[in-house]
Structures are given as structure tokens and as C-alpha cells.
């Protein structure tokens, strides 16, 4: 910790910025802030515009007057493809964009103004396209975490179900921190480009609810049900990305397997629960969360 400074800013403030910038004067800009979460980004969609999509312009502007030999790593989604590929195959860096929702589209726009600067100003600024990537200190409003968390909680006695909305939805699921490795690798190349990250495998989320009660030895059927208060306005069926170029070219390829990925999340939040009823108090992201139902419940009365 003694080699970590936190530097505060505001990234709806040009000025907080370039601030940070000139204080920190890096060497690299690794931008993964955004308003992340794809539902939200329905009920937010001018706030997403800003953080995940306008933000970048002030980043890379920032970095352009202040620090222009500084490499930037712009954090880009698998979801800016939308329903291209039809799930049918793997994506590609080659394939078209057709973004079905506003942190999509968000992200497209800090995808291309990226490109614009390194190409206009001579700026190091790439951008990769990650698809899903999970660990257990993902937030509990994604799928992966809110099961592996209900998973967790219901074999230990503290609940009794887990509500799910579209269970035939399939994403390409990778570890987060081989993923970090991908990002970093992308920096120290001699120009910057374009890369996908993934597993090139798809996992639907009924696979995933499966897997995730399979680690406690419960029958998932008996605790899961779902409810279409949890669906998206519009939903991508199935998002697979191809990473052959990024293996090919920087030699990176996921060593985590779906299964024990799964494993990984479901056990951890076992430990924290375990800890947390043994009395002791920790940072943790669990309590910080109302429940989902209740907030959406009570919104449908008013």
C-alpha cells in the first residue's frame, strides 16, 4: 500500500482532470471508470453518456496537454457488438457494431474517440474489447456475483432462493485478473492497437446458476426462479468473442477455466459469510446493497 497514492477527481470535470493528470504525471492511463452496469444504463442514460462515453474525450484531452507521452488504455465492452454475430459464431476485431443499449452505445463513443486521438495527435491510446470478466470482487448487481453470492447465503442457512430474469442469456465469462494481464500487455507494444479479449467459450446463465449450486451440492432448480421484472428492455442473446489475434500477437490466452471460475466466487463469498457470522467486520460490498426486489416492488406501488 505504501507504493499506492489515490488521487481524487471527477470525470464530468475537465478541469479535476487534468489535475490529476499533472499530479500523478503517469507514464500510463488505465481508464476503467464508467457507469458499468447495462440495466442502469436504461434509467441513466445521460449520466452513462457522460461518465462512459464523454469522459474518455476529457482523459485522453487531459493526457494530450498535459502528459502526451503517456500511454492510455481505454477499457471498450463486448457489448458495443449487440447483437452482431447472432451468437452463431465468435467476434472478432473486424466485426460491426450494433449497440442495444445506452452503456453500449456509451462505450462506442469512448471506443472511437480513442482511435480519433491516436490517430489525429499522435497519442499511444488503445482501446480493448473485453468481453465478461469476473472475480469475486465484482459488484452484486451483475449475474455472476449475485449468484455466486445467493449460492453462498442459501447454503449456509441465510436465504432460501435466488430471482433471476433471462436464464438463456449466454456471455463469454473470463477471469478478471489474466484479463488486467491483457490490458498491461497492450501497453508495451510498439504501436497501439486493437485487441478482443476472451475465452472464445459462451456459458448461458442457467449453465452458470448450475454450476454455482453445483460447488455446495444443491439441486439449482430448487432454489432459482425468475421473474420479468428482471429483464432488459432489450437483451443481446449471446456474446462470444475470438481471441486469436491478441494470442497470436502478444501471446495471451485465459488459463481459467468457466468451472473453476465459478468456483473461485462461490467459495469466496462462502468465506466472507463465514466471517462475517463469526463477528468479524471487514470491508465488504454486501451491505452496501439493498435488496433488489424490495427496491423494484416498492417502485411498481408508488
Known amino acids: 500500500?505504501?507504493?499506492?497514492?489515490?488521487?481524487?477527481?471527477?470525470?464530468?470535470?475537465?478541469?479535476?482532470?487534468?489535475?490529476?493528470?499533472?499530479?500523478?504525471?503517469?507514464?500510463?492511463?488505465y481508464n476503467l471508470a464508467?457507469?458499468?452496469?447495462?440495466?442502469?444504463?436504461?434509467?441513466?442514460?445521460?449520466?452513462?453518456?457522460n461518465i462512459s462515453g464523454v469522459s474518455v474525450t476529457r482523459i485522453l484531452e487531459g493526457v494530450r496537454q498535459v502528459k502526451p507521452d503517456a500511454r492510455v488504455y481505454q477499457a471498450s465492452?463486448?457489448?458495443?457488438?449487440?447483437?452482431?454475430g447472432g451468437g452463431s459464431r465468435p467476434i472478432t476485431e473486424e466485426d460491426a457494431f450494433r449497440p442495444m443499449s445506452p452503456y453500449a452505445a456509451a462505450k462506442l463513443y469512448g471506443h472511437w474517440v480513442t482511435k480519433i486521438y491516436a490517430n489525429a495527435?499522435?497519442?499511444?491510446?488503445?482501446?480493448?474489447?473485453?468481453?465478461?470478466?469476473e472475480s469475486p470482487l465484482r459488484g452484486l448487481?451483475?449475474?455472476?456475483r449475485k449468484v455466486s453470492n445467493a449460492v453462498a447465503r442459501i447454503s449456509?442457512?441465510?436465504?432460501?432462493?435466488?430471482?433471476?430474469?433471462?436464464?438463456?442469456?449466454?456471455?463469454?465469462?473470463?477471469?478478471a485478473?489474466?484479463?488486467?494481464?491483457?490490458?498491461?500487455?497492450?501497453?508495451?507494444q510498439d504501436h497501439p492497437e486493437t485487441y478482443v479479449v476472451a475465452t472464445g467459450r459462451c456459458h448461458s446463465v442457467r449453465e452458470?446458476?448450475?454450476?454455482?449450486?453445483?460447488?455446495?451440492?444443491?439441486?439449482?432448480?430448487?432454489?432459482?426462479?425468475?421473474?420479468?421484472?428482471?429483464?432488459?428492455?432489450?437483451?443481446?442473446?449471446?456474446?462470444?468473442?475470438?481471441?486469436?489475434?491478441?494470442?497470436?500477437?502478444?501471446?495471451?490466452?485465459?488459463?481459467?477455466?468457466?468451472?473453476?471460475?465459478?468456483?473461485?466466487?462461490?467459495?469466496?463469498?462462502?468465506r466472507r459469510w463465514e466471517k462475517w457470522l463469526a463477528g468479524e467486520r471487514f470491508p465488504w460490498d454486501a451491505f452496501n446493497y439493498p435488496s433488489e426486489v424490495n427496491i423494484i416492488t416498492r417502485g411498481l406501488r408508488m
Open 1 to 29: 500500500m505504501e507504493k499506492i497514492n489515490l488521487v481524487p477527481l471527477d470525470l464530468a470535470d475537465s478541469s479535476s482532470v487534468i489535475e490529476a493528470i499533472h499530479t500523478s504525471d503517469p507514464d500510463e492511463v
Open 34 to 49: 464508467a457507469q458499468s452496469f447495462v440495466e442502469a444504463s436504461f434509467e441513466q442514460p445521460v449520466a452513462t453518456a
Open 77 to 84: 465492452s463486448s457489448e458495443m457488438f449487440g447483437s452482431t
Open 121 to 133: 495527435y499522435d497519442l499511444f491510446s488503445c482501446s480493448g474489447l473485453l468481453f465478461n470478466h
Open 141 to 144: 448487481e451483475f449475474v455472476t
Open 156 to 175: 449456509m442457512g441465510l436465504d432460501n432462493e435466488v430471482v433471476l430474469g433471462n436464464l438463456d442469456a449466454k456471455r463469454d465469462w473470463g477471469y
Open 177 to 188: 485478473p489474466e484479463y488486467v494481464e491483457a490490458m498491461w500487455m497492450m501497453l508495451q
Open 208 to 270: 452458470l446458476v448450475e454450476t454455482a449450486f453445483g460447488v455446495v451440492d444443491l439441486d439449482w432448480k430448487k432454489y432459482t426462479r425468475t421473474d420479468k421484472r428482471f429483464l432488459r428492455p432489450l437483451d443481446v442473446g449471446c456474446l462470444v468473442g475470438d481471441p486469436s489475434k491478441i494470442k497470436a500477437e502478444l501471446g495471451w490466452s485465459p488459463r481459467t477455466e468457466f468451472a473453476e471460475l465459478v468456483e473461485i466466487m462461490v467459495k469466496e463469498d462462502i
